[in-house]
């Protein structure tokens, strides 16, 4: 169980220079609850890689954000003619590209397609964040590629989500958020 009174001091201090919001704590709450309920004793580098990934893609609001620019400059952020719809960043992790949000809608019985901005939802959000990058369903690339008993690659880890972009940024959130993880648990 995570000491939650310790890992929010931590994470104020460390990341957040001193102050947190509320809708941060929310955010961060629902992604160590789902952790919790759902984990049954994975490795917690997964949750640190986790939240340094909501941390990085909601600009630090652990929020279900829009993508800045909505896609405007990408093929994913045109209008589909059949939907309606645009396909850009939403989520914990910028879902992106109508595939991967009919892919997550049929893992999670829910119609992101038609309804994309549901990807919004903090539970939606989370559940994405999680699933995607356990099973690797983005990128191809998962969790336990990256952290397992014979490797500890914070840095390549975010192939994950998006090749290597702010790769190194990320795992120096992801190093903070396991200190704080890893002196609460155990």
Known sequence: MINR???F???RQHLFNGSLKSGSVAGLTAILD?????SSKKDDRWLAYALATTHHETDRTFRGIEEYGKGKKHEYGKIDPETGAAYYGRGFVQ????????????????DLVHHPEKALNIDIATKILFIGMTRGTFTSKKFADYFNSDMDDWINARRIINGKD??????GY???????ISYTTG
């Open 166 to 171: 702010k790769a190194n940024l990320i795992a």
């Open 34 to 38: 789902y952790w919790e309920s759902n």
């Open 9 to 11: 001091d931590y994470v």
């Open 95 to 110: 879902l992106t590209w109508r595939k991967n949000y009919k892919n997550m809608g049929d893992i999670l019985g829910v």
């Open 174 to 180: 992801g190093k903070d958020y396991y200190a704080a």
């Open 5 to 7: 009174k310790f890992f």
